[in-house]
């Protein structure tokens, strides 16, 4: 599990191809972050720039789905990272429900991390988190793919928005701190 450290792949990335074409995770050695969109996946290294993912890569934590979008509801811009969390939240009757949100269009401000690959012994994700690149995007195109966890997930996966963003020319993106 990845809070505590454990990091090695235990999926090839050709095999998580067929449980979805969207999603979000990351790589053997936490090697960066992991978008998947429109069955396309991308590996956004420590260097904030998003590369093609190989089929042999492998995954120790991926979410995927087929998306296929169940409702649509307007966003815009102004809203920071806790009020648009707590805007899905209102917009959403169940709590207890994971669900998958996909957010596209313009963003006033967006700030992602990415994490460098690690080596064994793996240390802890807060450790590795405490020294990760941060990039910061003004005016930008792109989307957002992820999910919400519900609270009884806690101990196996971090409750709430898990969100990753690719730009609209798929060249950058990460893990969003914050947005606005
Ligand atoms: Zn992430």
């Not at 454990?6 to 067929?18: A, F, M, N, R, S």
């Not at 042999?56 to 809203?79: H, N, Q, Y």
């Not at 450790?127 to 990760?132: D, L, R």
Request: aromatic letters at 16%; hydrophobic letters at 35%.
């Amino acid at each position: 599990m990845i809070l505590g450290g454990l990091y090695e792949g235990v999926i090839t990335y050709v095999d998580l191809k067929d449980y979805g074409d969207f999603g979000l995770g990351t790589f053997e050695g936490l090697d960066g972050e992991m978008v998947a969109l429109d069955g396309n996946f991308y590996q956004i290294k420590s260097d904030g720039v998003a590369y093609p993912v190989d089929d042999d890569m492998t995954s120790p934590f991926a979410c995927v789905i087929f998306f296929d979008a169940d409702r649509e509801i307007p966003v815009w811009k102004g809203l920071n990272y806790t009020q648009f969390q707590d805007y899905l939240g209102g917009s959403t009757q169940e709590k207890n429900v994971f669900h998958a949100v996909k957010i596209e269009g313009t963003f006033g401000y967006v700030k992602t991390r990415s994490v460098p690959g690690q080596e064994k012994p793996y240390p802890p994700l807060v450790e590795v988190t405490a020294n990760q690149p941060t990039f910061e995007f003004h005016d930008i195109e792109g989307t957002i793919v992820g999910f919400y966890y519900p609270d009884y997930v806690e101990g196996l996966n971090v409750p709430g928005y898990h969100l990753h963003f690719i730009t609209e020319d798929r060249t950058a993106g990460g893990h969003v701190l914050e947005l606005y």
